[in-house]
C-alpha cells in the first residue's frame, strides 16, 4: 500500500458522483466510459486490449500490478503475452496499485502506464463504485485533479474501430491456407490462435471492401472483436452482408458476432452495465457442454430470431445470446471470446469447429455438422 | 435430472476432531443433508462424532452415532437399506471405509450405490503410484518419483535419484507419515515410521520441491463432464509445508493470466481422468523462476480446502457437489448466493481472504515445534479484507494467540535480535509471519528473510510494509498519528493497538460475483478500507440477535462450542428472531451463510461486535456460546452499551475470579476443596504443606486446563510454578488440595435466573485427569438405585439451583464436581455452553442449547431443579491426536490434550463403553497380545478380564506381575508393537524417562493406548459384550 509521495485526484461521473483517490501512471486528465471487469488476474491482457479503447476500466479485485509487466513476446510476429502493443484503456481505476516484480516483469504496472502516460487512480471503493456502475449503468467519467472538469463525452456516438483497426493489410504466412482477418481491434489472441491451426492470415483494415477482401481468395472469413457501438457501423455491417452471400466460411467473435447478427436482421441493445469478465458460463445448446468463457461487451443481439437463425449459445446467468448460427450458411458467431486471453482456454473450441467448417466445407443444419 | 430410484441415502461423516480431520467435514456432511433434504430424499446420517451439527434431527432423517469400522457400518446398512451412500463428505476416514465395503462387494451385493466419483476413480486418486502413472499417460507432468514397500527398496530408490526427496505416503491425511530427507540418515531415521502409516504399505519417495510455489485448484464436474474451478488457493509457505501448516490466500496474487489458466486447464484434466463427480482439489507444485509446474496430487472429495474455498467464495461447493453425485447436472443448478444466475461459473473475489493455521504443540511434552509435511495445526482462521495487510492482520487476531497483529508483542519474539529471528525463520518456528515482523523490525532485508523462509517476495514487502508503517506510527507526534490513523486501520491495525478510539467498521458482502450481481445471501465481512457500508439497518433490530462463534479450534475448543452456537442461532430463530451471526473459522457450521439470516465472517472480538451492533443496529448479543474468548469480552462489551442475553458480565466474572467464586461457595455452605492464589513460590509451599500434598496447581483464567497439573511433593511443586510463570507472565497461581481418587462429575444445565434443567456425567477416570480427557458416562435414571448414590445426586442439584440463584445464572451452565465419600466438592462453574452438552443432550433426548435460549430470555414452567428422564447409557471417549505430533510424549493428566471426542449409546454400561471407545481412531479390540505394565491399580483384574473375554496373550515389562503374563524387554516390546503381535498397551501415570520409547512407539504404529487403570479396567470388563446398531431416537 501507497503512502508517503501521493497527490489527490479525482473520478468524477457524469452524473455528479465524485470518488477521491491518489494519481499514478500518467499525467492530466482521462476521459471515458466507466466501465468494471471481475477477472481477478490478467491485467496486461485487459489493459492492451483494443476493445477496452476509449474506457477507464475499473477492475473489482482490489490489489493490481502484484506480478509486474513483462517484456512484450512475440511468435511469427504476433504478440503472446499483450493484447496490442499499447494501453488500450484510456483510465484506470484501482483499490490498490501494487509494485509486485516476478521473475519475467521488465516493469512495474505503474511505470507501463507512466511510460505509455495513461493516468490511473488508486484508493479508490472499487466495490462501491461497482455497485454504483451495477445500479446505475456504465457512465462517462473523467479523472481529473479537479472535482469540476469539463467535458464529459458520448461514448455511445464515438466510432473507436478507426483508432483501433490495422491502417494497411498484414501477411502473416504460415504456409497454409488463408484466412482473412477483418481488424475491428483485433485481439492478438485470435491471430495467435489460427496461426496455431496451420492457417496463413491477411489481417485487414475494417473499411476493407467486399472485393478486395475476396481478392485475397480466403478459405475462411474472421471477423474481430472491437470496442464502441456497433449501431455506428451500418456501412461496415452492409459489407458483412455481402461477404456472407460469398459462402466461405465465417467466423464472428464479438463485435464481429454483432455485426453478423445486425446483417442478418437482429436487432442491438446496449447493456446497462455490460458484460465484463472471465468466469461467465455459456452453454452451447446442441450440445449441452458448458463452458466458462471471456467476455467484453456493452452491448447485446437481442429480440425475436429470424427463421433462418439458430441461437446456438446463451449465458447461463441471463440467458444473454452468446453465439448464432445461420441455417444453410458456413457461419459461426460467438459473443464471447474464444481466444479469452485473459480467461480460460474452454472456448478455445469454437476455432476447432471453425476449423472443421473450413476443412470439411459443411454447413449449419446439413448431417453430421452437430456434434 | 438426477439418477432415478434414489429415495434414501446415507452419509458417512469423519469421526472424532483430530489433527487434519476436524469440523470441516460437519460442515461438508451438514451441506450434503441439507442437499439431499432439499431434493425429498431421506437421510441417514453415520457418525460417532457426538458433538457434530449433523448428528442432530436439524437435517438428517436418522441419525446413528456409532463406530465408524466396516462391521457397524454394514449393520446400519442392512437395517436402513439405503439406495446409494455418499462417501466423500466425510475425509479419508469415511472414504476409507466407503472404500472396504466395496472393494468386498457388500454394497452391491445391498444395492447400494456408490454415488459421486467412483472407487476405481478414488483409488487411482489416492495411490500415489497408480496416481502418478496416470498423469504420465495422460501427458500431466509430474514430479519424478518411485514407489517403494520396504525400507531397503526406499534407500536404493533415493540412492537412484539423489538428495533431497520428499516421502508421501498413501491413503493417507494430513500428511500423516510423510517426511523430507536431506541426508540419508534423516532418510533412515523416518522411512519405517512413514510405511506403517500407509494404508496400502505404499509409499512414494519424490523428487523435493523445496521452495516452489504451492497451489491449490478446486474443481467442480458433474456426470456429463461440465467442470468449472470454484477457487485457486495461494500458499504463501512454499512447497516442504503441508497445506495445513501453511498460511494461504485466496484469491491466487502472484499468478499472471497464462500460468493461471495452464494450470486450471491441467486441474480440470485431472477430475477427468479420475472421472470425479463432486469436487477435487488439484495441487500444484510452480517453479518460481519459470512456467514449469507439476501436479502433486488430488483429493477426490471434500477436504479442507474444499471447506476453505466455500468460506473464501460463498460458493456452496459441498452443498452443489452432492446434488452432482445424485446426478444433477451444473447448469441445471442455480448459485445459491445471487439466486438468479447459474451454479456453472467460476466465482470472483473483490476482497482478500487469509487463513492461518493455529498450533498448540507447548501443550505437549517433547514434541517437536517446528512445521513441516506433516500437518500438526489444531485449528484455522480466516481474516478477509480489501487489503492484503487487512486480511493478515486480521486472521492473527483471530488466532486468539495473545497478538495485535503481525507485530508481535510477546516478549519472548520483541527481544529478539535480528539474527534471532532470522534463525526462529530458518528453523520453521511456528507463526513464522511473527518472526518475520520482528526479522524485518532489526533492520533484515526481504532478500535475508526470503532466504530463511522461501516465501515469495511479494508477500515479504507486504508486511515489511506493515513493520514500516508502524515504526513510522511509533515515531510521531499524537497531531501527526491522528493524520495517519485511516491509513494505519486500512493497513489492518486494531484501534486498541494504534490506541485510538472507536470507528465503525464498513460492511461488505461476499457475493462470488464481485458487485455484479445482487445478492440474497447476507454473507458478510467488516473492513476499514472502504468508503460505504452495504448494510440497511434492521426494521426490526429489536427482534434480532447477534450470535457469537468461539473462534479459532484449539486445544479446549472444538466442534461442540460450533455446534452451541448453530444449535442456539437455531433456537432463536424459533423463537421468532431474525439471527446474525459472527465467526472466524472456516471450518464450522455456523459459518455457512445460509444458516442464518446475517453472517458476519469475522473476528469474534470487541471491535467487530460493535461495529456489527452499529452497522445492523442489533442490540441483543448472545456471549455463552464463545468459548473463553465470549467470557473474556464480556465486561468490555458490557461497557460498550450492548446488551448481552445470559448470564451477566458480573455474574461471569464471580464464577471466573477463584476469590470472589469461593466467598460465595462458602456463604451457600457448599463444600470445595482447600485452596488459595499465590503469587510467590515460597507461600505455595507453605500453604502446600498446611493442607498436605498432593495440590493441583493451575494459572487463572485459562480454559482447558492449560498448564495445570498436579504436584506430590515441593519439588514437583516448584518445577510447576517456574514452568506457569514461563508460559504466563503476572498471573497468579491457584494451589488447591487435590482429593485423591475422588470421582469426577458434571452437570450440564440451562438456567432461567431461578430454575435449571441438568443432566448428570460421570467420569470413568478419576478427577485429576482433565475432563476434556476423561470419558463420561450418562446413566439411565432408573438406573440410580442406591441410596447415597441418590444423596450425591440431589446434593449436586440442590447446589447447582442455589448458585443459579445466587448468581443469576442464565443459560447454559456447566459445573464440575469430585466426589469423595458421598460429599461432591464444587470443582468449577463455567457459565457459558460446555464442550460436553452436545453429549447429554444427545443422551437425554433434550436440546440444551433450545433451553439456554429460552432461559435467557424468559422463564421456564418448572421450579427448581429439572432432571430430564434419561433412558439408555451413553459414554463419550477422548479422541487423541497423538500419532499427528512427532516426538509428543502421550500422557493422561490435569492439562488438556485431546483433540476430538466421540460417542456412543447402548442399553448397557459396557456396550455403550467399548463402542465409544473403538470409536476413537486408532482403538481397536486387540486381538494377538497385550502390553500391561505401570497401573496404579486393577492390574490383576485387567489381566483377568483381558484373558476371560479375549483369551488373548499377556506381556509385561516390568517385575512381579503375576503368573501367565510374559516378561519381555522394552526392546522386545518395542518390536512386537511393530508388528502388531502386541495390538494394544495398557499403562499409567507420566515417566517418560522410563516408557517415552514404548508410547510413541504405540501411537507411530497406530497401536491403541490405554492411560488410565479405571479406564482400562472398565475397557478390559466390556470386550466381548453384544452390541446394538441402534438408531439415536430409539434411545429417547
Known amino acids: ?371 | 435430472m438426477g439418477i432415478k430410484g434414489i429415495k434414501k441415502v446415507m452419509v458417512v461423516g469423519s469421526g472424532g476432531i483430530k489433527i487434519a480431520e476436524a469440523a470441516e467435514f460437519d460442515y461438508s456432511g451438514s451441506q450434503a443433508l441439507q442437499a439431499l433434504k432439499d431434493l425429498g430424499i431421506k437421510s441417514v446420517i453415520f457418525n460417532p462424532n457426538v458433538a457434530t451439527v449433523q448428528t442432530s434431527y436439524l437435517l438428517a432423517d436418522s441419525v446413528y452415532i456409532l463406530p465408524l469400522t466396516e462391521e457397524y457400518v454394514k449393520r446400519v446398512i442392512l437395517k436402513e437399506k439405503p439406495d446409494g451412500i455418499l462417501a466423500g463428505f466425510g475425509g479419508q476416514t469415511a472414504l476409507n471405509v466407503c472404500l472396504a465395503l466395496w472393494n468386498s462387494g457388500f454394497l452391491k451385493e445391498n444395492n447400494v450405490q456408490f454415488l459421486g466419483t467412483k472407487p476405481e476413480g478414488i483409488m487411482n486418486a489416492l495411490g500415489r503410484a497408480d496416481f502418478h502413472g496416470l498423469m504420465k499417460k495422460r501427458g500431466i507432468a509430474v514430479p519424478s518419483s518411485t514407489s517403494v514397500k520396504s525400507v531397503e527398496e526406499g534407500m536404493h530408490a533415493v540412492k537412484k535419484m539423489g538428495l533431497p526427496i520428499m516421502c508421501r505416503v498413501s491413503f493417507n491425511l494430513g500428511g500423516r507419515g510423510s517426511f523430507i530427507a536431506h541426508t540419508m540418515s534423516e532418510f533412515e531415521r523416518s522411512i519405517g515410521r512413514a510405511l506403517a502409516q500407509s494404508g496400502t504399505g505404499e509409499v512414494l519417495i519424490e523428487k523435493y520441491l523445496g521452495g516452489w510455489k504451492e497451489l491449490e485448484y478446486e474443481v467442480m464436474r458433474d456426470t456429463e463432464g461440465n467442470a468449472s474451478v470454484i477457487a485457486c488457493l495461494e500458499n504463501i509457505d512454499p512447497m516442504g509445508t503441508h497445506t495445513g501448516e501453511s498460511v494461504v490466500v485466496a484469491p491466487a496474487q502472484t499468478l499472471d493470466n497464462r500460468i493461471y489458466q495452464e494450470m486450471r486447464s491441467t486441474a480440470i484434466r485431472v477430475a477427468e481422468s479420475i472421472d470425479l463427480v463432486g469436487e477435487c482439489n488439484v495441487q500444484f507444485a510452480l517453479d518460481p523462476e519459470s512456467y514449469n509446474s507439476y501436479v502433486i496430487e488430488t483429493n477426490p472429495r471434500m477436504s479442507r480446502s474444499s471447506a476453505l474455498a466455500s468460506k473464501v467464495t460463498g460458493y456452496p461447493i459441498a452443498y452443489i457437489a452432492a446434488k452432482l453425485a445424485l446426478g444433477m447436472k451444473m447448469h441445471e443448478l442455480k448459485n445459491e448466493i445471487s439466486s438468479s444466475t447459474s451454479a456453472y461459473f467460476e466465482p470472483s473475489l473483490d476482497y482478500i481472504a487469509v487463513k492461518m493455521p493455529r498450533w498448540d504443540s507447548q501443550k505437549f511434552e517433547m514434541a517437536e515445534e517446528s512445521i513441516g509435511s506433516e500437518m500438526k495445526s489444531i485449528g484455522e482462521v480466516m481474516g478477509i479484507g480489501r487489503s492484503l495487510e487487512e486480511a493478515m492482520q486480521k486472521a492473527v487476531r483471530m488466532l486468539d494467540i495473545g497478538e495485535h497483529g503481525i507485530m508481535s508483542i510477546n516478549e519472548s519474539i520483541t527481544s529478539m535480535k535480528k539474527e534471532a529471528a532470522l534463525r526462529a525463520l530458518s528453523i520453521r518456528n511456528p507463526y513464522w509471519f511473527l518472526y518475520a515482523a520482528q526479522a524485518f523490525r532489526c533492520g533484515a532485508t526481504q532478500e535475508e528473510v526470503e532466504i530463511a523462509t522461501g516465501i515469495n517476495q511479494f508477500f515479504l514487502g507486504k508486511i515489511k510494509g506493515i513493520v514500516d508503517a508502524y515504526m513510522d506510527f511509533l515515531g510521531s507526534s499524537k497531531t501527526q498519528r491522528e493524520s495517519m490513523r485511516a491509513h494505519m486501520l486500512k493497513l489492518g491495525f486494531s484501534e486498541k493497538q494504534l490506541g485510538l478510539k472507536r470507528e465503525t467498521q464498513k460492511a461488505k458482502h461476499i457475493d462470488t460475483l464481485a458487485g455484479e450481481w445482487p445478492s440474497d445471501a447476507n454473507y458478510m465481512y467488516l473492513t476499514h478500507n472502504g468508503a460505504e457500508t452495504e448494510i440497511k439497518k434492521s426494521k426490526d433490530s429489536s427482534n434480532s440477535v447477534l450470535v457469537l462463534g468461539a473462534g479459532c479450534f484449539r486445544i479446549g475448543v472444538s466442534v461442540e462450542f460450533d455446534y452451541a452456537t448453530t444449535m442456539v442461532g437455531m433456537a432463536a430463530k424459533r423463537l421468532g428472531k431474525n439471527v446474525a451471526m459472527l465467526n472466524c473459522n472456516p471450518e464450522t457450521v455456523s459459518t455457512d451463510w445460509n444458516r442464518s439470516e446475517m453472517l458476519f465472517f469475522d473476528q469474534v472480538g470487541t471491535e467487530s461486535v460493535l461495529s456489527v451492533s452499529r452497522n445492523t443496529g442489533i442490540k441483543d448479543i448472545v456471549l455463552f456460546t464463545a468459548g473463553q474468548i465470549g467470557n473474556n469480552i464480556a465486561a468490555e462489551l458490557h461497557d460498550s452499551g450492548v446488551n448481552m442475553l445470559g448470564s451477566s458480565h458480573k455474574a461471569i466474572e464471580l464464577a471466573e475470579n477463584r476469590e470472589s467464586f469461593s466467598r460465595i461457595v462458602n456463604q451457600l455452605g457448599i463444600e470445595e476443596p482447600e485452596w488459595t492464589t499465590v503469587a510467590r513460590i515460597e507461600d505455595a509451599v507453605a500453604f502446600a504443606y498446611s493442607i498436605g500434598f498432593p495440590v493441583l496447581v493451575r494459572p487463572s483464567f485459562v480454559l482447558s486446563g492449560s498448564s495445570m497439573g498436579i504436584a506430590h511433593d515441593e519439588n514437583e511443586l516448584r518445577k510447576r510454578i517456574e514452568g506457569i510463570e514461563k508460559r504466563y507472565t503476572h498471573k497468579p497461581v491457584i494451589i488447591s488440595k487435590y482429593i485423591e481418587n475422588a470421582e469426577e462429575a458434571d452437570l450440564d444445565c440451562a438456567a432461567d435466573g431461578k430454575a435449571a434443567i441438568g443432566i448428570p456425567l460421570f467420569h470413568v477416570e478419576e478427577a485429576g485427569v482433565h475432563s476434556g480427557d476423561s470419558t463420561m458416562q450418562v446413566f439411565p435414571s432408573d438406573s440410580v438405585q442406591s441410596r447415597n448414590r441418590k444423596k450425591v445426586l440431589k446434593r449436586m442439584q440442590d447446589i447447582a439451583i442455589l448458585l443459579v440463584k445466587r448468581l443469576s445464572i442464565r443459560g447454559p451452565f456447566n459445573l464440575q464436581f469430585a466426589i469423595k465419600n458421598n460429599v461432591p466438592y464444587v470443582i468449577e462453574l463455567n457459565l457459558r455452553a460446555s464442550r460436553s452438552m452436545p453429549f447429554s443432550s444427545k443422551a437425554a433426548g433434550i436440546e440444551l442449547m433450545d433451553y439456554a435460549m429460552m432461559g435467557s430470555g424468559s422463564s421456564f414452567r418448572w421450579r427448581g431443579f429439572y432432571s430430564p428422564n434419561i433412558r439408555c447409557y451413553g459414554v463419550k471417549s477422548p479422541q487423541f491426536s497423538w500419532a499427528q505430533l512427532k516426538g509428543a510424549y502421550p500422557v493422561l493428566g490435569a492439562e488438556m490434550h485431546s483433540t476430538g471426542e466421540v460417542a456412543s449409546f447402548d442399553k448397557s454400561l459396557e456396550a455403550a463403553l467399548l463402542k465409544s471407545w473403538i470409536s476413537a481412531q486408532p482403538n481397536r479390540v486387540p486381538a494377538n497380545g497385550v502390553l500391561l505394565y505401570g497401573m496404579k491399580s486393577h492390574a490383576d483384574s485387567i489381566g483377568h478380564n483381558l484373558r476371560r473375554n479375549l483369551g488373548i496373550e499377556l506381556y509385561t515389562v516390568e517385575d512381579g506381575m503375576g503368573e501367565g503374563i510374559s516378561r519381555i524387554s522394552d526392546e522386545e516390546a518395542i518390536e512386537a508393537i511393530k508388528s502388531k503381535r502386541i495390538d494394544a498397551v495398557f499403562t499409567e501415570g507420566n515417566k517418560p524417562s522410563i516408557d517415552y520409547d514404548i508410547r510413541r512407539t504405540c501411537v507411530d504404529y497406530n497401536v491403541p493406548l490405554i492411560l488410565n487403570s479405571q479406564l482400562g479396567f472398565a475397557l478390559s470388563s466390556s470386550f466381548g459384550s453384544k452390541t446394538e446398531a441402534s438408531e439415536l431416537k430409539s434411545y429417547w
Open chain 1, 1 to 371: 500500500m501507497h503512502r508517503g509521495k501521493t497527490r489527490s485526484i479525482y473520478l468524477i461521473l457524469e452524473d455528479g458522483s465524485v470518488y477521491d483517490g491518489f494519481a499514478f501512471g500518467g499525467r492530466g486528465d482521462a476521459r471515458g466510459e466507466v466501465v468494471f471487469t471481475t477477472s481477478m488476474n490478467g491485467y496486461v491482457e485487459s489493459l492492451s486490449d483494443p476493445s477496452y479503447n476509449g474506457q477507464m476500466l475499473v477492475i473489482t479485485h482490489p490489489l493490481v500490478g502484484n506480478y509486474g509487466v513483462p517484456k512484450k513476446l512475440r511468435r511469427n510476429g504476433i504478440l503472446t503475452n499483450f493484447e496490442s502493443d499499447r494501453i488500450q484503456v484510456s483510465g484506470l481505476v484501482l483499490e490498490e496499485i501494487t509494485k509486485g516484480m516476478e521473475w519475467n516483469s521488465e516493469k512495474s504496472l505503474e511505470e507501463w502506464l507512466e511510460e505509455e502516460n495513461v493516468p490511473g487512480i488508486y484508493g479508490i471503493d472499487t466495490r462501491s463504485l461497482t455497485l454504483h456502475l451495477r445500479e446505475n449503468g456504465s457512465m462517462a467519467g473523467i479523472i481529473s485533479d479537479s472535482k469540476n472538469p469539463k467535458g464529459f463525452e458520448d461514448y455511445e456516438k464515438k466510432n473507436l474501430v478507426e483508432n483501433v483497426s490495422v491502417k494497411k493489410p498484414v501477411y502473416y504466412d504460415n504456409n497454409g491456407p488463408t484466412i482473412a482477418i477483418v481488424d475491428y481491434g483485433l485481439k492478438e489472441g485470435i491471430l495467435d490462435c489460427m496461426y496455431a491451426m496451420g492457417y496463413s492470415i491477411i489481417r485487414l483494415p475494417y473499411n476493407t471492401t467486399e472485393k478486395k477482401l475476396f481478392s485475397y481468395d480466403p478459405s475462411g472469413i474472421v471477423l474481430t472483436n472491437g470496442p464502441g457501438n456497433p449501431l455506428l457501423l451500418e456501412k461496415e455491417v452492409s459489407t458483412v452482408a455481402g461477404i456472407m452471400e460469398h459462402d466461405v466460411p465465417m467466423l464472428g467473435i464479438c463485435l464481429g458476432h454483432q455485426l453478423i447478427s445486425m446483417a442478418v436482421g437482429m436487432n442491438i441493445r446496449k447493456m446497462a452495465f455490460g458484460h465484463r469478465a472471465i468466469n461467465k458460463g455459456v452453454i452451447d445448446l446442441a450440445s449441452g457442454r458448458c463452458m466458462v468463457t471471456t467476455h467484453n461487451h456493452g452491448y447485446a443481439v437481442y429480440g425475436e430470431t429470424p427463421a433462418n437463425i439458430d441461437v446456438s449459445h446463451v449465458s447461463l446467468d441471463d440467458r444473454t445470446i452468446e453465439g448464432i448460427r445461420v441455417k444453410g450458411k458456413k457461419v459461426i458467431s460467438v459473443q464471447f471470446h474464444p481466444e479469452a486471453r485473459p480467461g480460460a482456454g474452454d472456448g478455445l473450441q469454437i476455432f476447432k469447429e471453425f476449423d472443421m467448417m473450413v476443412k470439411s466445407g459443411k454447413k449449419w443444419g446439413s448431417k453430421g455438422s452437430k456434434k
